[in-house]
C-alpha cells in the first residue's frame, strides 16, 4: 500500500502533494513502482495535529480518488469520518482505512456494512492532537495484550454494525499512543493480534520510533526523509515472518524500495532444493 497523503502538514511527506494534481501524479508513480492499492488520506494523524474541517478533507481526496480509481488503481481512503466515507466509496474507493476503527466516528461503521468495502480497523486511543498521553499500558500482557483485546471490541463493533468478518482487516496502530518500546514490542509479537483471525496491516515507513532508532550521538532523532532504510529492513523482517504471523500488507511511502525487499524475502522462503546453488567458500578463497 502506497500513501497517497493530500495534507499541508503530514509528518513524513506534508505538503508535497497538497495539489491534486501533484497527489495524482505521485499515486501513478507509486502504481508503477509496484503498490497494489493507493491509501489516500487528507486529514494528519502525525503526534499533535489539530483536525481539517469535513468540506476541507473532502475537498483533499475526492478528486484524487476518483482520478486515480477511474484509472483503475485500488484505491484506499484513509479517514475517520463516516460523511468523507461515504463520499470516497462513491468516487471508487474499495477499502475504508479508519486509523481509530470505529471510535472517532461509529457511523462510519455503517457507511462500510453498507458499502461491502473492505474495513481497516486500526489500534486507536484519542485524537493525535493529545493521543500521545494515553500511550500507558500498565494490565498484563503489556502494550501487546491491550492492543488485541482493544482491537477485539473494534472487530464486534464492526461484526454488529453488519460489516462481514470476510472483509475485516487489523492495524496494530505503529506510533498511535504509543512509545517507540510499545512499536517493537508490537512488531515482535503480531502473532498476538493475529490469533483474532483476521488479516494484518502495518505502518511503520518513515516514524518517528525509527527517528528515534537511528539518533545521532547527541540523542537527535533521525529526520523524518532519512529513516527509510531501516523501515525497509523492518519490511524485510515482517515478510520473512519474524513478526510471528504474516502480514497482508505494508502501508509505505518509498513503494520500491519495499517492493525490492519483499523481493528478498519471498526468494529466502523458497524451499532449499538441489538447484539452489551450494556455497564452497573455502575452497573457492583457497
Ligand atoms: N499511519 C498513518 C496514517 N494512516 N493508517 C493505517 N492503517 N496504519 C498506519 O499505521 C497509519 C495509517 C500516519 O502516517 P503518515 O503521516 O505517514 O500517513
Redesign the pocket.
Known sequence: MG?V?VTPD????GGRYVDPEAAVAHGRDLLAQGADIL?V?GE???PGATRPLVDEELGRVLPVISALAAEGARVSV?TMRAEVAARAVEAGASIV?D?SGGLADPAILDVVADAGVTY?A?HWRAHSEHMQRWARYDGPGGVVAAVRDELAARVEAALAAGIGAERLVL?P????AKLAEHNWQLVRRLDVVASLGLPL?V?A???TFLGHLLADAEGAPRPVGEREAAGVALTALLAAGLGGAPVWCL?V?DVRAHVDALAVAAQWALPAGPDRPQHHHDQEHR
Open positions: 500513501v497523503n503530514s509528518f513524513s511527506d491509501d488520506g494528519s494523524t502525525r484513509d482505512n486509523v481497516v486500526m492495524d496502530g505503529l506510533g498511535f496491516l505502518g515507513s518513515r516514524k502501508r511511502h
